[in-house]
């Protein structure tokens, strides 16, 4: 049964996305917002994006979904582990636009050490690190500081994953100007999700409003308890 889901599911996801990378106009006018963000960015979005950070690439499925619809925006894509960063590296060569940043992104300049997990979607530094597992040391970098010496400090679109580490990388935006951020929260208190309400209380504090929740998932035990989402936030200006 749960292979023919699989199955079933992954059939029609193909399906969205070829219908999404279509650029028809009729399909950017009909599709319903709430599918996919990189797609509803694309629609709401007047000016192309110059700046795009993808904080926790991973091997960089993202960066390129988002360079699809932003063709000339630059994004950096951070990813700290070596192994997994060579992927990134690797996937997007023949993009010049999406430039690879072997750091971590967070609230202070160190290096630390990361534990490293056969499955590299889930690293996290919110782990403790088990002196008998492979880890390794990584080098955290504040985004401000990052963006210091470029030609824009503006971000237009701050897309954050990176396993319960999400407001580490928020108080190392500093006083940097972004229109959007795109991030994973838990509805459960969970040491490698940031708990729902405390980012949103955060989020609204700075400015922000909550524009769309996407892929809510539910609680493997109890299917009636919420696990996690994506959320969108925008700058409470825009909406002006």
Not at 135 to 153: A, G, P, Q, T, Y
Not at 172 to 183: H, N, R, S, T
Request: hydrophobic share 35%; aromatic share 12%; glycine share 4%.
């Amino acid at each position: 049964m749960n292979s023919w889901k699989y199955y079933v599911g992954n059939t029609l996801n193909i399906i969205e996305r070829s219908l999404i990378f279509s650029k028809n106009k009729y399909i950017d006018k009909t599709y319903p917002y709430g599918r996919n963000w990189i797609y509803d960015l694309k629609r709401i979005i007047r000016n192309n994006p110059s700046t795009i950070i993808d904080a926790g690439a991973n091997v960089g499925s993202v960066s390129k979904d988002l360079n699809n619809f932003f063709p000339d925006s630059t994004i950096y894509s951070f990813e700290p582990v070596n192994k997994t960063y060579q992927l990134l590296a690797a996937n997007v060569s023949h993009l010049k636009q999406i430039i690879p940043v072997s750091l971590a992104l967070g609230a202070e300049n160190k290096k630390t050490l990361i534990q490293i997990n056969p499955e590299n979607t889930i690293n996290s530094l919110k782990v403790e690190v088990n002196p008998t597992q492979e880890s390794e040391e990584i080098e955290i970098v504040r985004l401000d500081d990052f963006m210091k010496n470029k030609v824009n400090s503006k971000i237009d679109i701050l897309k954050i994953d990176v396993e319960g580490f999400e407001f580490e990388v928020l108080e190392g935006c500093g006083a940097l100007e972004i229109d959007y951020i795109f991030l994973e929260v838990g509805y459960n208190k969970n040491p490698t999700k940031v708990y729902f309400t405390e980012v949103d209380n955060y989020l609204k504090s700075k400015g922000y409003c909550l524009l769309n929740i996407y892929d809510l998932m539910r609680n493997n035990e109890n299917r009636m308890m919420l696990d996690y989402s994506n959320n969108l936030y925008i700058k409470a200006d825009l909406l002006a």
